[in-house]
């Protein structure tokens, strides 16, 4: 599975069409411009990631029933990555919320990795699919003094994944830039 951020489109980068296109709406003050990529993208499958308590800028809030409404008009919004998931109570909640979509559970917190198997049990389709931000959860480690931990907490997310037979979705390389687009 290959999943491709939004942030290349506006470099005139072609998608592969095997992929999946993310759609982060931390990206987006307004779904309205969401639904534009979304139209504009209406034949690739989407991945889009909700930043449900995210810290960082950017931070655009939407409305619950917006998203809701947003998933329902696009039948390729496959995958729904929510952030910030730290058990199993708040997976059950987005699968009543998106029950046409696999909800993916973003691990980003000590607690989360923590709770990582009850998670992974919740998920309700075989392909079960887990999303670790490696750069929250380094930030969230140094807060509790506890940064000395990743690579055991990360190395021990890796291995549940593998016992629970789930995917576990990493930044795997990263584009650079020396310029910015004018438009």
């Not at 506006?10 to 987006?28: C, F, M, Q, T």
């Not at 969401?34 to 991945?47: C, D, G, N, Q, Y």
């Not at 998106?98 to 990582?116: H, L």
Request: net charge neutral; hydrophobic share 40%.
């Amino acid at each position: 599975m290959i999943i491709v951020s939004q942030n290349l489109l506006k470099y005139g980068v072609e998608i592969p069409p095997d992929s999946i296109l993310r759609l982060n709406l931390a990206w987006h003050e307004k779904l309205r411009t969401a639904s534009e990529l979304l139209v504009k993208h209406r034949f690739s499958k989407i991945f889009l990631d909700i930043p449900r308590g995210r810290k960082k800028p950017p931070n655009y809030n939407h409305e619950t029933s917006d998203i809701m409404a947003l998933v329902s008009k696009f039948p390729n919004i496959e995958y729904i990555a929510i952030s910030n998931i730290e058990n199993s109570g708040q997976v059950i909640y987005y699968q009543g919320l998106f029950s046409n979509v696999k909800i993916v559970p973003k691990i980003e917190s000590y607690i989360g990795i923590k709770n990582a198997a009850d998670i992974i049990a919740t998920l309700n389709y075989w392909d079960k699919v887990v999303m670790l931000d490696h750069q929250d959860l380094y930030s969230d480690l140094v807060g509790m003094g506890r940064d000395k931990e990743y690579l055991e907490l990360v190395a021990g997310l890796e291995a549940t994944c593998k016992r629970l037979g789930c995917y576990l979705l990493r930044t795997v390389g990263v584009v650079f830039s020396g310029w910015e687009d004018d438009k």
